[in-house]
């Protein structure tokens, strides 16, 4: 299964006897990536306290928002910025030890760290 044509597989794959069945998929256009994006925040705790007027203020906003703005992007490519959010968030409250080694914050993923790259 790929999103890019059967030309990017390796011939020796595409040999007789190799591979049976050689489906191309489409990229998700907007409904399908922002139910992905909906899926994969589904379990995030995600903090909208910060949002701006013309920032999402939920999870539905925020799934639509991030489908809008990664037209052409794959499902894996989706998930991946999902995935990059928390480690942004992450980063931040490793950022807010003090000398002490005590977390300053919880560690909240926001809607302002899912910006595809």
Do not use: Y
């Amino acid at each position: 299964i790929t999103h890019n044509s059967s030309s990017w597989i390796d011939s020796a794959l595409l040999r007789p006897g190799r591979l049976e069945k050689c489906l191309t998929m489409k990229k998700p256009d907007n409904s399908a990536r922002k139910d992905i994006f909906l899926n994969t925040i589904k379990d995030m705790d995600i903090d909208f306290s910060g949002a701006g007027f013309f920032d999402p203020k939920n999870k539905n906003q925020l799934a639509e928002s991030a489908a809008l703005r990664t037209h052409g992007r794959s499902a894996a490519e989706i998930i991946a910025i999902c995935e990059n959010a928390k480690i942004l968030a992450l980063h931040e409250v490793l950022h807010a030890i003090d000398e002490t080694d005590e977390v300053q914050q919880n560690l909240r993923v926001s809607h302002r760290h899912f910006s595809p790259k």
